[in-house]
């Protein structure tokens, strides 16, 4: 059995609410098969800034220069097997946690291919039940820019709504939400499955070879020696 890591990461400023839960939940069901482990971190502790767009790690070719946890996380995203993401739907889309901490992403997506082809379960939450299915579009579009792939997604409602009852505030309500678990536990099993599947591919050499694989704006990836940085853009050397 191929041995594999997924992350789990909740893109919320509350810290063990109902987001932390169901990224958890789904974490969980990954256990349940063998072979997995696990690792959750809550952007609700932790500090990122978001991306100034001052083309530092452009001009560089190198990871964004700030000082905080976000080089960290991303690096672990880097090395793990498979993702699941949560986020809670604020204003009818994507609250902002994690997309401020992808949008420290922009060396990877121009310059590397470190999260290419890696699996990715997305779920989210609301108080209501309005605006999932956006942010759910949300995170794909924003996952797209590295090449991921998601394989599974998943919402629930953290109130009462979800019982035909007026919405009241329940500080685990997530977890009463029977469809919505089991959502988020297929999340786990799925991300798992496909982890296993790539990983293996990958090591037995299946895929295209290097030449063939672009970022998303069809380019190549070369070393910072084969290139030279002309009017703001990085060109190869040998089409100058």
């Not at 069809?218 to 002309?230: A, L, M, N, Q, S």
Request: with cysteine; glycine share 8%.
């Amino acid at each position: 059995m191929v041995k594999v890591k997924i992350l789990g990461i909740s893109g919320t400023p509350i810290k063990d609410g109902n987001c932390d839960k169901m990224v958890q939940e789904a974490l969980k069901a990954c256990t349940q098969l063998s072979d997995v482990e696990t690792e959750f971190i809550t952007l609700a502790d932790k500090e990122v800034a978001m991306c100034k767009h001052c083309q530092w790690c452009i001009e560089n070719m190198a990871p964004c220069k700030i000082k905080d946890d976000a080089p960290a996380i991303l690096d672990m995203i880097g090395q793990s097997d498979g993702l699941i993401l949560g986020s809670p739907t604020w204003s009818d889309t994507l609250s902002p946690p994690l997309l401020i901490l992808f949008s420290r992403t922009r060396y990877i997506s121009f310059f590397t291919h470190s999260y290419r082809n890696k699996p990715v379960g997305i779920l989210t939450i609301g108080f209501l039940g309005y605006g999932l299915d956006n942010a759910l579009t949300v995170m794909k579009n924003m996952l797209w820019l590295s090449n991921m792939i998601v394989v599974a997604q998943g919402r629930a409602i953290a109130s009462g709504r979800v019982f035909g009852k007026r919405p009241d505030y329940l500080e685990h309500g997530v977890l009463d939400d029977t469809f919505g678990m089991l959502q988020t536990r297929l999340v786990g099993h799925r991300v798992v499955e496909l982890a296993r599947m790539l990983k293996f591919a990958a090591e037995n050499g299946v895929g295209v070879p290097d030449e063939y694989k672009r970022i998303f704006t069809g380019g190549r990836v070369r070393p910072r020696e084969e290139r030279v940085f002309i009017e703001g853009a990085w060109r190869e050397k040998e089409k100058i």
